[in-house]
């Protein structure tokens, strides 16, 4: 079975600031997508960026950006000039190409200081 | 704005109640799913419908039971339940099951059971 690990239940940033979060995952699949999801304190889950596994390129969206290292099962997100907004749980999430269960790790909480 | 609408945003229900949540998209999508979030826990995958059909249910209790009156409707009435399933619930949708489409999700049903 698939697992995904956030190793940092917590995290903190000063505003305009650069933040990495971790995630590790555990797979015997080759071809598979990799998530990040949002959810602040309103609840709504939103999607922050996706990554194929087998493009080799990192995924990048604005100030979100993720380093992918496969051989490693890695999966980071590094938010760049961290904003106030950003302050909310982050989950790690993984999915299999031949189905639509996500399977998510255990989030990180990120506050953002001003 | 979410695209993805759940009501009600909050329920309180006593334990012999009947009740329903319900979530609506209107983005075409043919995959919706629902999801039971605890405080400060990834949400847990409960049901998958695909193209109207139930397809994916997570050993849900009884006492939950979905339903996919068309492709922009999808109902959790609730039954009999426990104090234990007090949680967010979650709706999502997705253009169809395979995994390279991101779920959207809506703002979720707080639901307490007395």
């Known amino acids: 079975a698939q697992t995904v690990t956030q190793s940092q239940p917590e995290m903190s940033v000063q505003e305009a600031e650069t933040v990495t979060l971790s995630c590790t995952y555990d797979?015997?699949?080759?071809?598979?997508?990799l998530f990040w999801y949002k959810q602040p304190p309103s609840r709504q889950m939103i999607l922050v960026i996706r990554?194929?596994?087998?493009?080799?390129q990192n995924a990048t969206e604005n100030r979100f950006s993720v380093n992918f290292q496969k051989a490693a099962k890695s999966f980071s997100l590094k938010i760049s000039d961290s904003q106030l907004g950003d302050a909310a749980m982050y989950f790690c999430?993984?999915?299999?190409?031949?189905?639509?269960?996500?399977?998510f790790g255990e989030g990180t909480q990120l506050t953002v200081n001003p | 704005d979410t695209e993805v609408t759940q009501t009600p945003k909050h329920l309180v229900m006593g334990m012999t109640n009947k009740k329903s949540l319900k979530c609506e998209q209107h983005?075409?999508?043919?995959?919706m799913y629902w999801y039971k979030q605890k405080a400060k826990k990834p949400p847990e995958l409960m049901f998958v419908?695909?193209?109207?059909?139930?397809?994916i249910n997570e050993s849900v209790p009884s006492r939950f039971s979905p339903e996919c009156p068309n492709s922009s409707l999808l109902n959790l009435h609730l039954h009999a339940l426990q104090p234990e399933d007090s949680a967010l619930y979650l709706c999502?949708?997705?253009?169809?099951?395979?995994?390279?489409?991101?779920?959207?999700f809506g703002d979720g049903t707080r639901l307490s059971i007395l």
């Open positions: 999502a949708s997705s253009q169809d099951r395979r995994s390279n489409q991101p779920q959207h």
């Open positions: 419908y695909s193209y109207e059909k139930l397809s």
């Open positions: 999430a993984y999915s299999e190409t031949s189905g639509s269960r996500l399977t």
């Open positions: 990554q194929e596994a087998y493009k080799q």
């Open positions: 983005m075409g999508h043919r995959a």
């Open positions: 797979t015997s699949e080759s071809d598979y997508y």
